[in-house]
């Protein structure tokens, strides 16, 4: 028989998730789905037993001692050493949010997601897709600490994505909001109209020449980078592996001293936590603060492990296994204005939106494909340009920042990370770059 756990915890979450796509004017789905699912994890004389079982099993203390008693059974077959942090336990308060989505019905989501796609219609617009997602979570956390706490949570949001073609050349406009702040699809037909818009204007755009040359980063890329580059390189799993850039850094200049990256979980955006999914509290943790590696993002496992962080920073989607994950992530404010930043480039490029892209946070390179961008001549925007991405090494990169806007904007959206999806938010303020590597040319 196995001994009585070192520790363990209980976390049961009971959700809603409502989806509705429209393709071109015909309603794709529309609908609620239900789950309920719970997940124990007892730590024995080696490793984690973890087991998931549907969340109606947790019931009576004798029901929740038999769960902990099969996941210590499991934790038999582990064979590695494995030790946990003690750390604080909190939950911040749940923000107050405008009017619940949960307080109105399918038939009126639809009908107001059909004029949002009607407003993306449009000269050369061959196509509208509206797509629409509402989830709402009751969570219940114990642990042996005799920690104990539930918190509900509703997030929606929406996007719109428009292709226009004209002359064999296709390109597409997208827009999209997701909160926690309460419905946000009434009235919104300017971001559709948006959509549009981008999507004729592409038409007429040149594709970008790739070369070495000084670059403005808008504050959805400059996010994407902060996240993407800086923020999975911190990870504390990452790092205990092997697979960051950022091993050994803690303490080390890695970029210039404008530069600081956040990850917040604390704060009340798309990616908040009002604790995170092993009861552990959240609090800012300044990843980079003025150049220099400060910390890396822990769950109580790496936090032992590793050290030099904070934990708070673990995750996971309802029935799975919390891991290390981010938050809010973002770049600091920083002195400049905008206007400074485009004087101080002088000749370049201005780079604005994502298309998606990879990083390899081990080897410390990246490749981000922008949505658009402008040409930037003597201080001034000038003509679109398409097909243009940002590549580089990580920490040359931050090396190469040498102003920080002060219009610091969020993004929010999800991470994908070990077969799970999480809410997050990312972004940053204008960032200018020396000598960035855009279009994908040749590094030499």
Known sequence: MPSEPRYYDIRRVKGEVTQIDIDNGRVEQAGTSFYDKATIR??????WGVLSVSGDKIGTEDCSRKLVAEAMTASLITNERVDIASVPSKIHGIPKTGEDPRNVGIEEKVAILQDLEKAAAGENIVSRRVTYIEKAEEIHFIDSSGNEYRYELCRCGFSVLAVASRGGVVQMGYERDHTIRGLNIRHRQDLARESAHRANSLLDAKPAKGGKMHAILDPELGGVFAHEAVGHAAEGDLVREGNSVLIGKIGQTIGTPVITIVDDPSLVEFGFCPMDDEGSATSRTEIIKGGVMNSYLHSKETLARVGDGISGHCRGMAGEIPIVRMSNTFVE????????????????ILLKGS????????RGMFQFNAEYGYLVEG??????????SLSGEILSTLHAVELVGNDRELHPGYCGKGGQTVPVTDGAPHLLLRDAIVGGCDVS
């Open 42 to 47: 007892a730590l024995g004389d080696l490793g």
């Open 333 to 348: 404010n920083g002195e400049a204005s905008y206007e400074e930043i485009l004087e101080s480039c002088k000749d370049g």
């Open 355 to 362: 298309r998606g892209g990879q990083v390899d946070p081990g």
């Open 379 to 388: 201080g001034e925007c000038t003509s679109m340009v398409r097909d243009v």
